[in-house]
């Protein structure tokens, strides 16, 4: 992520950016995924089944999205939370594509699409934050540090 001009870990100002320099910056399948709302298939993303202790930023601009302690065990294919870090980590959008009604989850910073959010999570929250692996980068928790 080193050619990424927009890429931080701590900056969480909102970015505009227009999909053409995406286009420029972005792997083909970040790009797909974030910037053209696709999904991978399900059980082919590297943090489904991933249960790693520490943080997942956004790909795309580096916003802090979750905390590994939010994530759950889920069969369905994809990674899956019940919680985003801050109120403000994600944005959602109703989504009616493909006949369903569904909310699409955005990264707050960027606006990138980063999956789906359900009511059949565990909880406290009952939510399943849905996520797709290629829009994720987890970084693990230094050790003796949380
Ligand atoms: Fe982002």
Redesign the pocket.
Known sequence: MSDNPYYSRTDTAKLNVDDEEWKKILDEEVFYIARKKGTERAFSGKYWDFEGIGTYY?A??G?KLFKSDSKFGSSCGWPSFFEADRPNSVNYEEDYTFGMSRTEVL?G??E?HLGHIFDDGPPPTGKRFCMNSVVLDFEPDQEGSK
């Open positions: 956004c795309v601009c916003n990264c910073r960027c990138s």
